[in-house]
Nanobody
Framework: QVQLVESGGGLVQPGGSLRLSCAASGSIFSIYAMGWYRQAPGKQRWLVATITSSGTTNYADSVKGRYTISRDNAKNTVYLPMNSLKPEYTAVYYC??????????????WGQGTQVTVPS
């Protein structure tokens, strides 16, 4: 079993910044990919950014070029600095860890979520 502990969410004013962190622990030999998804109230959960153990990244078009996801493989931790935050980015942000490439994100491990609130 893998546990994911998220941190870094909170209330931030428009234009402000946060850094999300997610640390994996438990029965880990290696994790293929880690990343972040977000879910706004009444909306579906969708990808923000992911990174594999070899450093390959994938971003939602809305954050491409603005956010840079990073990963510390030795610590099994992934980081997502977010800047220029807008009210529409208010959501619960979930950490995801795929143990192997064969396991899709939806069937992998999820954190409990961390709330990011950007007031209008």
């Amino acid at each position: 079993q893998v546990q994911l502990v998220e941190s870094g969410g909170g209330l931030v004013q428009p234009g402000g910044s946060l850094r999300l962190s997610c640390a994996a622990s438990g029965s880990i030999f290696s994790i293929y990919a880690m990343g972040w998804y977000r879910q706004a109230p009444g909306k579906q959960r969708w990808l923000v950014a992911t990174i594999t153990s070899s450093g390959t990244t994938n971003y939602a078009d809305s954050v491409k070029g603005r956010y840079t996801i990073s990963r510390d493989n030795a610590k099994n931790t992934v980081y997502l600095p977010m800047n220029s935050l807008k009210p529409e980015y208010t959501a619960v942000y979930y950490c995801n860890a795929r143990p192997t490439q064969q396991v899709p994100a939806a069937q992998a491990y999820w954190g409990q979520g961390t709330q990011v609130t950007v007031p209008s």
